[in-house]
């Protein structure tokens, strides 16, 4: 016989708090852990450490040959889209030029039955025959024609017989742009960034570099904000960089002059789970538990 106790009475017709709890019943948060989180030293396109890093404008890291090829299949794809769309502005061009054609021969056959006696009647603007509107010695021939015509004709609602809608084909863009950020981006802007390794520990491989500060001699993480100089590339820590370089308007490193707008922010973490700046915290609402097999799991309400 069981115990008394709210985790062992199970005989009861309804889940108790621990059962609940346990079947995973309500609102579940879990924050993401570091293997979620793509790490500062990572490229953005192939998530490995990257090599020759570059960075654009707005902090985005990426690989030099991972920029390259992307920009390369960009400028290919746009080439694509352009031969597109001139090809679709030539045949809407000859089309016109068919349908003038057509509307003048049209015209130059109507003006001819007129004057030979098979004078067609037409009861619109858009030409359509009249069944009974033709006189003279075409007329029966006409008419056993259309007759023909309607006999023979597909089914329309059958696929085969459907006609095709045209694919238009938009202008295309002939910019750039980066495969993070979204925003137009040029090979010109982007800029090679240098960190500084820590020489200190010999014991880890190469595999497994280990960055500083080169001002404060700090090892570099995701949960330090990185600020590159664009004007030489080299990084340092937000705290550096805005109490010595933002006053004294020279790179702490090698002596080069910066100015404020050569500060560029390095965005972090994304790529993964979480985006860049969003809350790393995932939540789910579950109905049922997912243990149970009968759970119905939906995002949660946000607040």
Not at 220 to 247: E, I, P, Q
Not at 272 to 288: I, P, S
């Amino acid at each position: 016989m069981p115990q008394r106790h709210s985790k062992n009475n199970n005989d009861l017709a309804f889940f108790t708090y621990d059962e609940k709890r346990k079947l995973g019943y309500g609102t579940q948060k879990e924050r993401l852990g570091k293997d979620s989180i793509k790490p500062f030293d990572a490229c953005c396109l192939c998530l490995k450490p990257f090599i020759d890093p570059m960075s654009c404008q707005k902090g985005h890291v990426f690989c030099k040959e991972c920029i390259l090829e992307c920009l390369l299949a960009q400028k290919k794809d746009i080439q694509r889209k352009l031969a597109a769309h001139a090809a679709q502005q030539k045949q809407e061009k000859e089309e016109e030029e068919e349908r003038l054609i057509l509307e003048k021969a049209r015209e130059l056959d109507a003006f001819d039955q007129q004057n030979h006696g098979a004078l067609p009647q037409y009861n619109d603007k858009n030409h359509s025959r009249d069944k009974n509107g033709f006189h003279g010695a075409n007329s029966v021939k006409v008419t056993s024609f259309e007759e023909e015509a309607l006999r023979t004709m597909k089914a329309f609602w059958l696929p085969s017989a459907t006609p095709e809608a045209p694919v238009k084909v938009d202008t295309p863009s002939n910019s750039t742009v980066c495969p993070e950020g979204k925003e137009k981006l040029k090979l010109k802007t982007l800029f090679p960034i240098y960190f500084t390794e820590d020489e200190s520990e010999q014991k880890k491989s190469n595999l497994d570099k280990t960055y500083i500060c080169p001002s404060c001699k700090v090892t570099l993480t995701n949960t330090l904000s990185l600020v590159a100089v664009s004007s030489c590339g080299h990084v340092f820590c937000k705290k550096c960089a805005d109490r010595f370089m933002a006053v004294d308007k020279v790179c702490l490193v090698c002596d080069k002059p910066c100015r404020e707008r050569n500060l560029v922010t390095l965005e972090k973490g994304g790529t993964g789970f979480a985006g860049h700046g969003d809350h790393l915290e995932a939540t789910d609402f579950k109905h049922l538990g997912s243990g149970s097999g009968l759970g119905l799991v939906r995002p949660a309400a946000k607040t």
